[in-house]
């Protein structure tokens, strides 16, 4: 089964910074895109920041000039490097990846979750 593990969450000043990293691994035959996403109290979760397979990305406008999405394709692992962090970025973070697998004679794509990481930022 495919799990995906996340770290790096904490409690940061604001203005510092935090690495986020997930790990996927499993019985995994190719990650497609990858991202993180958000859940402040009483909001709906958001997206942050993707990346497809051969690497464009993408990310939601609070977030732009301050976050950096990576991957390591070799470790089957994202990242989200997150400077210049404002109280506003404080939230739970999930990991999602689009992944193949095979099933039998059989290929299936499906999201995956991690299990969200907290960070806080305090003023």
Known sequence: QVQLVEDGG???????????SCAAS???FSINTMGWYRQA?????????RISSNEPT????????????SRDN???TVYLQ??????????????????MTKEGS????RAYW?????????S
């Open 41 to 49: 109290p009483g909001k709906q979760r958001e997206m942050v920041a």
């Open 114 to 122: 991690g299990q969200g990481t907290q960070v806080t930022v305090s």
């Open 74 to 76: 070799a470790k089957n």
């Open 10 to 20: 904490g409690l940061v000043q604001a203005g510092g910074s935090l690495r986020l």
């Open 82 to 99: 997150m400077t210049s962090l404002k109280p506003e970025d404080t939230a739970v973070y999930y990991c999602n990846a689009r992944i």
């Open 58 to 69: 993408d990310y939601t406008d609070s977030v732009k000039g301050r976050f950096t999405i």
């Open 26 to 28: 499993g019985s995994i």
């Open 106 to 109: 059989r290929f299936l794509e």
